[in-house]
Structure formats: structure tokens, C-alpha cells
């Protein structure tokens, strides 16, 4: 893994969050010794950040940012990227992930489990609902015209 001086613009649009971890500086120093971070603009993170874009040994590019008050390091990888090759190639502690992106064949067996019809629905009105549909409706009393 080296630091590259900037993502692709190409590359760049299609960045998305992949893995969020929170992680000591010593511990961000030990896991990316070689890659060279820099300070990020004021604006452009919630919290005085650091940040550097960096590529890996399979070819892949990931922008990584780290907080320098929270500790959280944020990771963006390509949308098509799989997270578990970036994780293969760069060891971070397992307790130290908070969150990661789900796999795309995780997320199309949810979609397939959202699609399948209920096997029994029912139709019920609560018993205020019926009374008011049971009553006949009362005319409008009309104002006298002046």
C-alpha cells in the first residue's frame, strides 16, 4: 500500500463510505506505517481531520480520513469495491470496527426477503372506525345569506 497525491477524478465521483473504524494514533501509525496523511480543509470534515488516498497492492484506490478528536477513521472505497478485499489487505483489529458497508450479495438477499408476500392479511378496522362508518351522515346546517 503507498499514498498516492490524489483519487482519480473518475475514481473520485464514485467514492463511497465502506468502513468506519476507531482506532488510537498508535494504532493507525502501526497499521498504515507507509502512507503519508495530510491535514484536510477546515470545511470539508466535521472535525480537524487528516486524510490521505492511498493504493493498494491489488491495484484498488481508497481514500481514507481520520478524526483527530473522535479517532474514527473512515475509509471510501469504490461503490463496486468489495470491503472484504480491502480488509484482507489492510488488518484492522475487529473490535476496532464500528460500522462497514454490507456486501452487494447480502443486500440482494434483503431485497429478495422484502419481496415476498405475506402469507395471510388481515383486514382489520378498529371498532370507532366501524361505529362512524355505521352512521348516517348529518346534513350541513347552511348559514343565512345576508
Known sequence: MNSIHRVPPQLARRLRPAVEATLTPKQLAKIFADVEFKTIEPFAAPEPSIGAAVRLASGRVATLAYGKGSHLLRVDLPAHDSVKAFL????????????RRRSRAAARL?????????????????????????????????????
Do not use: F, N, S
Request: charged share 35%; proline share 12%; glycine share 2%.
Open 88 to 99: 484482507g489487505e489492510v488488518t484492522l483489529p475487529r473490535e476496532a470496527i464500528t460500522w
Open 110 to 146: 434483503h431485497v429478495k426477503r422484502a419481496k415476498k408476500p405475506l402469507k395471510e392479511t388481515v383486514h382489520a378496522k378498529p371498532a370507532a372506525a366501524k361505529k362512524a362508518a355505521a352512521k348516517k351522515p348529518t346534513p350541513k346546517r347552511q348559514r343565512p345569506t345576508r
